[in-house]
């Protein structure tokens, strides 16, 4: 078993910054990747960004490229995503997620945490 726990949600202006955290704890295999997705009420989830078991590779869809950053720190076990210049459209809850079986497929990731709410007012 894998336990994912997310800190740093929060609410902030249009343009604003936020660091999302996910600790990993368990028994994580050596080559997994780490996954952050979104969510809105009502809103299919959507895949935000993810990075390999190395750190050395990091994926993003493209509303988020140049704006997020993931990162992970492979001594703490611990994934980030930096948000900047942060958009109302960013608003929804955020989910780290791992999987050894995939980089976007959401169905294929097998440990989620508990999500975290970012809320971007105007």
């Known amino acids: 078993q894998v336990q994912l726990v997310e800190s740093g949600g929060g609410s902030v202006q249009a343009g604003g910054s936020l660091t999302l955290s996910c600790a990993a704890s368990g028994r994580t295999p050596r080559t997994y990747v780490m996954g952050w997705f979104r969510q809105v009420p009502g809103k299919e989830r959507e895949w935000v960004a993810a990075v390999g078991w190395s750190g050395a590779d990091t994926y993003y869809t493209e509303s988020v490229r140049g704006r997020f950053t993931i990162s992970k720190d492979r001594a703490k076990n611990t994934v980030y995503l930096q948000m900047s210049s942060l958009k109302t459209e960013d608003t929804a809850v955020y989910y780290c997620?791992?999987?050894?079986?995939?980089?976007?497929?959401?169905?294929?990731?097998?440990?989620w945490g508990q999500g975290t709410q970012v809320t971007v007012s105007s």
């Open positions: 997620a791992t999987t050894t079986r995939t980089i976007r497929d959401g169905n294929r990731y097998d440990y």
